[in-house]
Structures are given as C-alpha cells and as structure tokens.
C-alpha cells in the first residue's frame, strides 16, 4: 500500500460522525474556581464532579469536546490497569492491585448508567497469541480467580479464532463504548450543572489562566506546557481503521491480544473496528504526530483480512495519542512544585475508564477528599 492509498481514506475517527449534540454552554461571570485543559473523557469526569460539589469550573479546549483520545481510540472499555493482574499484583502490590480492578469495575458501572446506548457491557476477550502469551494470561486469569474476580478460561475457540489463538480469558462486565458519545453525554450532564466549555480555545501557557486551581487533562496531548510532566508522560500513537459494515456476524465482543498490540471489535452495525500494530514500527510511534502511516495501515489491512477471510473495504482510518507513564499507572494529583496545578493523564492506551475514575480522583483531590488511590496514582512518585 502506497502513501497515496492510505491518504485517500483519510476520513477521520468514525466515532466522531456520531450525531450526539455537543452541549449549550453557559459563559460563567468572573474567575472561575477551576479550569481544565482537556474536553475528553477526564476534563469532563471532573468538570462534572466539581461543579456538583458546587465549584465554578471552566473546559477549555483546543478543538472540541471527545476530538483528541476520547474520539480516537479503539472503543475498549475494560477494568484493571494497562499491566496484567499478576504483574500489577507482584509491581504496585496485592491490596493496591485489588483497589484499583474493583474501583474500575464500579467505573464501568457509573458509565453505563452515565452513558446509556453509548456503553454496551458485553465483556472482552483477552486471546493469547503463542505458547509465552497463553502462559503468561494463565498467571493472569489465576491471580483474577484467586482475589475474587470474574473471568472465565476459554480453550475451545470460535473457529475463526482457533487457528490464529491459543486460548483467551473472558473477561466479564468489561465493555465496548461509542466513545464520542459517551464523552459528549457527560460534557451535556456537566453543562447542566454550570460547567462552561471553551471549545477551539488553545491555552498555550498555563499563565493565560485565571483560576487559582488549574487541571491538566490531555493525557499524551498538550506537550510544552510542564516540561517535568512532558519528561514523564511520553505520547504514543494508536492506530486504527473501520471497515464498512459486514454481513456476517463474527465477534459479538471487544478481542485483544499479543499484550495489547492488536485489538478489533465488530459494531452493532456490522463495521469492524481495528486497531494496534505499533510493535511493527514502534520508535515512530512514540510520537504526538497524529496522522496514519502506510506501514501500519497496511498492517491493519492484512489484519482485517485475516480475521475476516477477505478483504473488506476500509471506510475509516485514524490516529490517536495517548499517554504513556513508566510503571503504567495514571498520574493523578497535584504537580510537584507548581501551586495549584493538578494533572490527571498518563493511561498507557486504558483511558476509556481510567480516565472517566480518574477525572472523579482528580476532583476528590482538589474538594480535599481522601482516597487510596489518589496514594497510588501520585504524581510525586515519578518526580
């Protein structure tokens, strides 16, 4: 596939065609208590939380609401962090592992009800590649068994999986999101409860601000504005191509596998939406260049070929940045050295839910509320 090939379909993130209105926004008198960078799926978690507990709060943003990450993604929505169970276990430790898997299941439940028809909770099937990979999810579906969580062990596969996949852990109560629309819904609810968006409203430096409590929700975007927290979230580029609709029903839920790297879904409408491959040219994809590239888009092409036995047409093709931290755990708290600043972003490619839990972290921070993972997710422990 040639350069101009992959150019000519660039029609953008499908999930941005969604026709869910963008909120009427009130235009708040004087300085608000608290401005956000970021009209995604954190900055509108915690505009949301604040202005309930009753402060005057600001979104801005460069484009729209739910245009950067929260538009671009895969449109997974899963528990637990971006590390295996048992790794997460055996790095950050037992009891804070266990938190942090039950507070995203609650999560995911507090999105639903927020979401609505943009939230489906099908569950997710994580599918291992080769013998290393079946191995190593058998370490993660025990740890899930023995601290108490859902997951179900699956030898016998579909048969169009069986040939490719090895086995898979079923994840329950995970789910699969129409990410604009959720993200818009809550930017809606928020709008309700007082919350202005500034949309097309770049902060090119945090001094052009007004409020004493500032929050940095741009996960891998936003780079220039704190150069120790550019130091320590780095961008990465996601990938990811729509087919049209199929006339086959082939994947009834979200599927991962090879740690991550690939993953697709089929949509209610048919359309099969895939995404990964960044192993195949990964230094170029730690980037904050948000454009689509040949190599990967033909990657993804033969992908969805293989897993369809044909090769369907691509309507859609997309890129997204993210953020990724160095032991894969968010950064959510105040910024070291900067009065006031306070961050929620560092996803490692989870953001669907733990930007959502994460956007409520943020604001029980700065509302003073104590909660255990505010200790984990500290800025702090990367400064």
């Given at each position: 596939m040639d350069v101009e090939v992959a150019s000519a379909h660039m029609s953008g993130p499908y999930w941005l065609e969604d026709d869910s209105a963008v909120p009427a926004s009130t235009r708040l008198g004087g300085i608000p208590d608290v401005e956000i960078v970021g009209a995604g799926i954190t900055g509108c978690s915690a505009a949301l939380a604040l202005a309930r507990a009753g402060r005057r709060v600001r979104v801005h943003d460069a484009r729209g609401i739910a245009e950067g990450a929260s538009g671009r993604n895969g449109g997974f929505a899963l528990r637990g962090g971006a590390a295996r169970y048992d790794v997460a276990r055996e790095t950050y430790g037992g009891?804070?592992?266990?938190?942090?898997?039950?507070?995203?299941?609650?999560?995911?439940?507090?999105?639903?009800?927020?979401?609505?028809?943009?939230?489906?909770?099908?569950?997710?099937?994580?599918?291992?590649?080769?013998?290393?990979?079946?191995?190593?999810?058998r370490g993660e579906f025990a740890a899930l068994r023995e601290d108490g969580f859902e997951a179900e062990w699956l030898d016998e596969l579909p048969d169009h999986l069986s040939g490719r996949f090895l086995g898979a852990i079923h994840h329950l109560g995970d789910g699969s999101v129409q990410p604009a629309r959720l993200v818009r819904r809550l930017a809606s609810t928020a709008a309700s409860e007082g919350v202005e968006f500034r949309e097309r409203s770049r902060v090119e430096a945090l001094d052009d601000l007004e409020a004493p409590t500032v929050v940095l929700a741009t996960d891998g975007y936003g780079r220039g504005l704190v150069p120790e927290l550019d130091e320590r979230i780095w961008p990465a580029r996601g990938q990811v191509v729509a087919t049209e609709p199929l006339p086959e029903r082939l994947f009834e839920i979200p599927h991962y596998a090879r740690q991550g790297f690939d993953y697709w879904q089929q949509l209610p409408d048919g359309r099969l939406v895939a995404g990964g491959f960044r192993d195949h040219s990964i230094m170029d994809e730690l980037t904050d260049v948000e454009e689509t590239t040949p190599v990967i888009q033909s990657a993804l092409e033969s992908f969805t070929e293989d897993l369809i036995g044909r090769r369907p047409r691509i309507t859609h093709r997309w890129a997204g940045i993210f953020g990724l931290?160095?032991?894969?755990?968010?950064?959510?708290?105040?910024?070291?050295?900067?009065d006031g600043l306070w961050v929620a972003a560092g996803y490692s490619g989870h953001g669907n839910v733990l930007?959502?839990?994460?956007?409520?972290?943020?604001?029980?921070?700065i509302l003073g509320r104590e909660d255990p993972l505010l200790e984990l997710f500290d800025p702090a422990r990367l400064f």
């Amino acid at each position: 596939m040639d350069v101009e090939v992959a150019s000519a379909h660039m029609s953008g993130p499908y999930w941005l065609e969604d026709d869910s209105a963008v909120p009427a926004s009130t235009r708040l008198g004087g300085i608000p208590d608290v401005e956000i960078v970021g009209a995604g799926i954190t900055g509108c978690s915690a505009a949301l939380a604040l202005a309930r507990a009753g402060r005057r709060v600001r979104v801005h943003d460069a484009r729209g609401i739910a245009e950067g990450a929260s538009g671009r993604n895969g449109g997974f929505a899963l528990r637990g962090g971006a590390a295996r169970y048992d790794v997460a276990r055996e790095t950050y430790g037992g009891d804070e592992s266990r938190e942090l898997w039950r507070r995203t299941e609650a999560a995911l439940d507090e999105l639903e009800e927020a979401g609505g028809d943009a939230v489906r909770r099908v569950g997710s099937l994580r599918l291992a590649a080769d013998e290393e990979e079946l191995e190593q999810i058998r370490g993660e579906f025990a740890a899930l068994r023995e601290d108490g969580f859902e997951a179900e062990w699956l030898d016998e596969l579909p048969d169009h999986l069986s040939g490719r996949f090895l086995g898979a852990i079923h994840h329950l109560g995970d789910g699969s999101v129409q990410p604009a629309r959720l993200v818009r819904r809550l930017a809606s609810t928020a709008a309700s409860e007082g919350v202005e968006f500034r949309e097309r409203s770049r902060v090119e430096a945090l001094d052009d601000l007004e409020a004493p409590t500032v929050v940095l929700a741009t996960d891998g975007y936003g780079r220039g504005l704190v150069p120790e927290l550019d130091e320590r979230i780095w961008p990465a580029r996601g990938q990811v191509v729509a087919t049209e609709p199929l006339p086959e029903r082939l994947f009834e839920i979200p599927h991962y596998a090879r740690q991550g790297f690939d993953y697709w879904q089929q949509l209610p409408d048919g359309r099969l939406v895939a995404g990964g491959f960044r192993d195949h040219s990964i230094m170029d994809e730690l980037t904050d260049v948000e454009e689509t590239t040949p190599v990967i888009q033909s990657a993804l092409e033969s992908f969805t070929e293989d897993l369809i036995g044909r090769r369907p047409r691509i309507t859609h093709r997309w890129a997204g940045i993210f953020g990724l931290t160095q032991d894969f755990l968010p950064l959510v708290g105040p910024v070291p050295g900067h009065d006031g600043l306070w961050v929620a972003a560092g996803y490692s490619g989870h953001g669907n839910v733990l930007g959502f839990m994460s956007g409520g972290l943020v604001a029980d921070g700065i509302l003073g509320r104590e909660d255990p993972l505010l200790e984990l997710f500290d800025p702090a422990r990367l400064f």
